[in-house]
């Protein structure tokens, strides 16, 4: 039986996802992994193949509300470019301990590639109304407050706090949902 990676029922829905590094490595404590992962999601935004409402970064995983005309396959798009450029990004900074770590997280069936950089689910959630997408806008933005990394969720920098709170943000976002 196939196994289906992005189980989305309405893919051109908002939906709530999570990106999380393989063993929740905390690779976006360096700024240029971050970087990596905001460059991508404004070039899918500008070339309209993706609707940004949120998101934010923490050191080992992300979240992110987004819609698209075929959001799974934007979403592995997204994870695919990603990963290529993280990893390619650690071995030109000879971070070999951590690449290392990424290479033994990789699962065994995994024949075609050395790493394994995310992991593969990213637990897509339908956005169906206003009142969740404020939840899930919250939930997000309270991840760093949560963690004790800030007091308040618009001092983290990875985050689209800034946004909703009527500051310039890293990344823009759809605030018209």
């Known amino acids: 039986m196939p196994r289906s990676r992005y189980k989305i029922n309405e893919p051109a ?15 976006f404590t360096r700024p240029e992994a971050a970087q ?12 309209g193949r993706l609707t940004l409402y949120g998101d934010v970064v923490m050191e080992n995983h992300l979240h ?9 396959k934007e979403i592995g798009d997204f994870k695919s470019f990603t990963a290529r ?3 390619d990004m650690l071995e030109t900074c000879g971070e070999t301990g951590l690449l290392d770590l990424i290479r033994h ?33 919250e939930y997000m933005h309270f991840n760093p407050v949560r963690r004790g990394y800030v007091d308040d969720p618009t001092h983290w920098r990875y985050s689209s706090a800034r ?15």
């Open 13 to 27: 829905s908002a939906h709530f996802l999570t990106c999380t590094v393989v063993g929740w490595l905390p690779v």
């Open 163 to 177: 946004n909703c709170a009527g500051h310039e943000g890293l990344i823009p976002i759809r605030m018209d949902w």
């Open 105 to 137: 997280l990789k699962p065994d069936r995994k024949v075609d590639r050395k790493y394994q950089f995310w992991v593969e689910e990213s637990h897509p959630q339908e956005i169906l109304n206003p009142e969740m997408m404020t939840q899930k806008l």
């Open 85 to 87: 450029q993280i990893l």
């Open 64 to 72: 992110l509300i987004a819609s698209a005309a075929d959001l799974a």
């Open 36 to 47: 990596i992962l905001l460059d991508s999601w404004r070039f899918l935004q500008e070339n």
